[in-house]
């Protein structure tokens, strides 16, 4: 058993805006939810809430291991992770974006630099182990965001837009990626795409954002 | 003409041949503005961090004081100083009038408010993308602020060098609290303008050739930091 993830009646809204509105859906472990919706529907805001980044107005954001429910703490924030849209690279190496999860985790020397390895290896971005990030083409920083949450291990993988304004090559890399992650690792993978064939192509259960709630596509 | 020419031969003989006067008194400046900037660092940093990053309360108004800050006039800084530190003032006990303490004090008081302010906009300006990054790959509150401030930390380093041009070449300030009292608290600036209204110009231009080289120094650092924060490359930055 991983971790479950369900959402309750979640309301959440900007400035007045109703972005989600009376929201439910629960996601069971080692499954791949790809979530499709017009700009604007709250695709991202559904993510930042359940990567407990934003707090709903109303609601429950419940995470369970075994059926016990877990607090939103920092542990628990430790087992998930949600690749942004637009990444949020740090302005260093590419070794040290990779290594940033795994050292703030307390991981360091032969066993982070292993980790760090596999993981660039898996985005095919070893060789750049020690580029500037900045450097890198929008393409591989996709790839190199993903990279960074492989590094992890992390239960619930979300991906916001993982191959959004990028060339068909780096998007099939980044394909072959979550394929592989699936496979590989147990986690689930919640992915938002505007691509339908990219959807059907990866996704187990196929979900649409209308209206403020997830329905089925 | 050919006083000045003289003045800046004896000026380079001073300079080439170490001599001792004017090597202590470089020493000594180096010293009070390094400590006073390490000092105006440790307390500045902080505080633009947590204006940045925090809810604080009167934000605005902190914000304005501090940018008012880098124009205090350094004159009137080491004045308000001189009050609180003379044996009338409330911290006269602390005898610490014309030592370099004293100017140590004053020119952190004057580095403190650039520091602070420019370490607040550089932090400020941080993607705001960086710090849900962050917090995305498990970060606790206070790694997530290191995350954002080392992000910034180009434009912090330049406002560091910032405040370092500031106290370098500042005289008024510790000229008051040192008193320019010779092998103790008598500095660069304020012997260049000691020598110079005595009309000595060799140690006053020797100094001067000093200065003149470490501001130099200060420009190019500040330039090759703004373009390493843009370029990300230090090859990139010196180009």
Not at chain 1, 114 to 125: I, K, N, S, T
Not at chain 2, 75 to 101: E, K, N, Q
Not at chain 2, 123 to 143: E, K
Request: proline share 4%.
């Amino acid at each position: 058993m991983g971790l479950e993830l369900e959402i309750v009646q979640v309301f959440r809204s900007y400035n007045g805006n109703p972005i989600l509105q009376d929201c439910s859906f629960a996601f069971a472990s080692g499954r791949t939810y790809v979530l499709q919706g017009p700009n604007g529907s709250g695709k991202s805001t559904l993510f930042r809430t359940l990567a407990l980044l934003e707090p709903p107005d109303r609601g429950r954001v419940e995470y369970r291991d075994g059926g016990r429910l877990l607090s939103a703490s920092l542990q628990l924030r430790r087992r998930i992770t949600l690749v942004l849209p637009s990444t949020g690279i740090f302005n260093t190496t590419v070794f040290a974006n990779v290594a940033y999860g795994l050292k703030i985790r307390g991981i360091t020397g032969a066993a982070r630099e292993a980790r760090v390895h596999d993981a660039l290896v898996a985005v095919g971005l070893a060789h750049k182990k020690w580029q500037r990030a900045a450097e890198l083409s929008s393409g591989e920083t996709k790839r190199l965001g993903i990279a960074r949450a492989m590094v992890i291990n992390p239960e619930i993988l979300m991906l916001d837009e993982p191959s959004a304004n990028i060339d068909p090559a780096n998007t099939e890399i980044i394909e072959s990626i979550i394929v592989k992650m699936r496979q590989e690792r147990q986690a689930a993978i919640l992915m938002i795409t505007h691509d339908p064939t990219q959807a059907q192509r990866l996704g187990d259960e196929l979900l649409f954002m209308r209206d403020g709630r997830i329905v089925p596509a | 003409m050919q006083s000045i020419l003289d003045g800046f031969a004896a000026a380079f003989g001073l300079i080439i041949t170490f001599n001792p006067e004017l090597w202590r008194i470089i020493s000594l400046s180096i010293q009070v503005s390094g400590s006073a900037l390490i000092l105006a660092t440790l307390l500045g940093l902080p505080v633009g961090a947590g204006l940045a990053m925090r809810r604080v309360p009167f934000k605005g108004v902190v914000i304005s004081l501090l940018n008012t800050g880098m124009g205090l006039p350094p004159v009137a800084a080491g004045l308000f100083l001189y009050l609180f530190l003379s044996r009338s003032g409330p911290l006269g006990f602390m005898g610490l009038l014309y030592t370099p303490t004293a100017m140590i004090i004053a020119q952190c008081i004057l580095a403190f408010p650039i520091v602070a302010s420019l370490s607040h906009a550089a932090i400020a300006n941080v993607d705001p993308v960086i710090r849900q990054a962050a917090l995305t790959l498990g970060a606790t509150p206070i790694q997530e602020s290191l995350a954002v401030v080392k992000e910034a930390r180009y434009a912090i380093l330049a406002g560091v060098m910032a405040g370092l041009g500031r106290v370098m070449a500042e005289v008024g300030a510790i000229l008051i609290v040192g008193g320019n009292i010779a092998g103790y608290t008598r500095v660069m600036t304020t012997t260049i303008a000691l020598e110079t209204d005595k009309g000595n110009f060799e140690l006053a231009i020797a100094l001067g050739i000093i200065l003149l080289i470490i501001s130099f120094a200060i420009t190019v650092a500040l330039r090759f930091l703004q373009r390493l924060g843009r370029t990300g490359t230090s090859a990139a930055a010196w180009a």
